[in-house]
């Protein structure tokens, strides 16, 4: 950092098991890659490959070394992940893995519904090889879990060997721990940062104004997710009180 205002935070730096960020790639060339890490490569904890787009990029292969190298874990969507296994097909899975070199995984349930001891059985079983993150919470508007629900889900996966749950909220930032104008379920997020604690859950916040919530609720160092590539900087900018939404969050005194 080429300044430290009076006020601002103290931000952690890598490796780090808090403050973490994770970008999404959807389709970046290599080239854009190699770019990404030139420039974010210090603001960047994890890096996915996201839903299925790895299918059809081209030298993923490449790039994952490229992220890896910059010390970024990268793994592929969990979508991809659901569309092996429910086609029966997990071996088949765990051969991509290893033809792609990835050693981290996404085990979710949120395209289609999975039975949660069906859910925790992978990620035991990937746990024994891979470091894991399950991802919690559906990508479909009409499935609704109580908060009870989302913690018991959380812990169980938790348990079974995730390192960090990811609390559910698509691209788009309209589901999962949100409503479906974007506002946030601050009763659900208040209850999972309590009962499953702060520094385990990953929040997916797409969204400038849900960015800024989480920093102001939970400050510089909480977990966010789903970051688009172009927005790694004005991220790390928004944790810092050195953009207007946070901007009086970390002046000297408050």
Same mark, same amino acid.
């Given at each position: 950092m080429m300044v430290n205002l009076p006020g601002m935070p103290d931000r952690k730096v +890598? =490796?780090?098991? !808090?403050? /973490?960020?994770? *970008?999404?790639? +959807? !389709?970046?060339? /290599? %080239?854009?890659? &190699?770019? /990404?890490m030139s420039v974010g490569s210090e603001y960047i904890d994890y890096l996915k490959l996201g839903f299925g787009t790895s299918v059809f990029t081209p030298d993923v292969r490449e790039k994952v070394e490229v992220y890896e190298a910059a010390g970024v874990r990268t793994y592929l969507g969990g979508t991809l992940f659901e569309a092996f296994v429910i086609r029966d097909m997990f071996d088949d899975y765990i051969e991509l893995l290893e033809k792609l070199g990835i050693r981290s995984v996404e085990v979710s349930d949120g395209s289609f519904e999975m039975d949660q001891d069906r859910k925790t059985a992978y990620i035991k079983k990937l746990s024994e090889k891979y470091y894991v993150l399950s991802e919690v919470g559906s990508k #479909? #508007?009409?499935?609704?879990?109580? =908060? $009870? $629900?989302?913690?018991?889900?959380? *812990?169980? $996966? /938790? &348990?079974? !060997?995730?390192? #960090?749950?990811?609390?559910?909220? %698509?691209?788009? !930032?309209?589901?999962g721990i949100y409503n479906s104008d974007g506002s946030i379920n601050t009763v659900l997020i208040d209850k999972l940062s309590i009962d499953v604690g702060f520094d385990r859950i990953i929040w997916e916040a797409p969204l400038k104004s849900q960015q800024a919530w989480f920093i102001k609720q939970f400050g510089a160092n909480v977990n966010l997710g789903n970051i688009a590539p172009d927005e790694i900087i004005a991220l790390e900018s928004l944790r810092n009180g050195l953009r207007g939404d946070t901007f009086f969050q970390f002046l000297p005194g408050q």
């Open positions: +890598k =490796p780090r098991t !808090g403050g /973490l960020t994770m *970008v999404m790639d +959807k !389709g970046l060339s /290599l %080239r854009e890659a &190699e770019d /990404l #479909k #508007k009409d499935v609704v879990y109580s =908060p $009870e $629900e989302w913690v018991e889900m959380m *812990v169980s $996966e /938790l &348990e079974a !060997g995730s390192d #960090k749950v990811i609390a559910e909220a %698509r691209e788009s !930032g309209t589901t």
